[in-house]
Structure formats: C-alpha cells, structure tokens
C-alpha cells in the first residue's frame, strides 16, 4: 500500500472511528469489513482451531467498540486493533499454556515465499514439509520470543509497531528478536540437525 493510501485509509478510518462515537452503528460494521480478514489472518497464526480464531476477532472487535472512545489517533486505527488482538491472543496463550503456531513459514529458512493464506499452486511437498517444521519449531518457543518473531518475520511489522503493540522499546523488541532467532535456530538443529549440513 502506498504513502497516499495509507493517508486515504487512516483519514477514512478517523471519520468512521467518530461517525461511530456519534451513533452510527453502520460506520463501525465498516470498520469490521475493512480489517476482519486481517484479524482472522493473524489469529490463524496463533491456533488451530477455527472456534479458537472466531472467538479471538469477535473479543477483538468488541474490546475495540468499547474502548473506541480512548482512541487517540496517534496510531493508525488497525495498529491500534491489532494490538488488541495480541493482547487478546496472549491472554489466550496464557490461559490454556502454549499453542502450536499455525503455519507460520520463517522467511530466514525459506527465503521469499508466498505466504501460507495465499499458497502458491506450485508449491512442492518439500516446502510444504519445512513449512510444517517451521511451524513445529516455533511450538517450542516461550511466547515472547515467538510472538515477535511471528509480529516481524510473518506479519512484516517495523520494530516500531511491534514496541508499540507490546508497549516495549525498540531495544527490548531487538534483545528479543536476536534471542527468538537463535533459540529458534538452536531448537531447529536439535530436532533436525540435518538442516546444519546444509549450512
């Protein structure tokens, strides 16, 4: 998306976001059109189950309405709901223990590849296997580790939005994403040391 579109989105979202807090019941269903295929996009990352992800974008957008009224607008509005919704998936992780991550492919390990929501018709058992390894892997990582390597190397956020979705400084989202991709790389080469000859 570029620079004029974002402008153009965040202007949109900011009338909504008011025509909201006005009233306007419509302007907020808007609102959920526009991001609930992000949301559910990003839930499927954190669980299997499709309860799980439905549950996780409806607590999302209902934290969301009720809250609309602290929305200050420094932020554009969907990194604002996105970072409800990783409050809300964390809160989940936390009350039924870690999860599997849901097909999350690790762009160090695969290079450019399409991401899993939109599979190439292309793409070959091999990927698919490392694709499942990579998924498997990530399991084994604490939550805050794997919570910013998803945020960054899946999702593609800047270190700024990933510090301001986890309220935390750029250096600790830094400290972590070293630490996340050596634990990963560490956890990887025990589980599949065949993966360190081909180094």
């Given amino acids: 998306m570029g620079t004029l579109s974002m402008m153009t989105a965040r202007t949109q979202d900011t009338r909504l976001v008011e025509k909201t807090l006005s009233g306007d019941q419509r302007a907020f269903e808007e609102l959920v059109e526009r991001y609930q295929s992000r949301l559910f996009a990003l839930a499927r990352q954190y669980t299997r189950t499709a309860m799980d992800v439905e549950d996780i974008v409806q607590d999302t957008f209902l ?10 607008h420094r932020s554009s509005f969907y990194t604002w709901i996105y970072r409800i919704a990783t409050n809300t998936i964390l809160d989940m992780l936390k009350r039924r223990g870690r999860s599997p991550v849901q097909s999350v492919e690790d762009p ?70 070293f630490r996340a991709r050596a634990r990963f790389k560490d956890k990887l080469l025990s589980l599949y040391p065949e993966y360190g000859q081909e180094a």
């Fill in 63 to 72: 934290k969301a309405y009720r809250k609309l009224d602290s929305f200050d």
């Fill in 108 to 177: 160090e390990l695969l290079g450019d590849v399409t991401p899993v929501d939109a599979p190439s018709p292309s793409m070959g058992m091999e990927e698919r296997e490392i694709s499942e390894i990579t998924m498997e892997v990530l399991g084994h990582l604490p939550d805050i580790f794997r919570v910013v390597l998803v945020m960054r190397e899946y999702d593609g956020l800047p270190y700024q939005e990933i510090a301001n979705t986890l309220g935390l400084s750029i250096g600790t989202v830094e400290s972590r994403l």
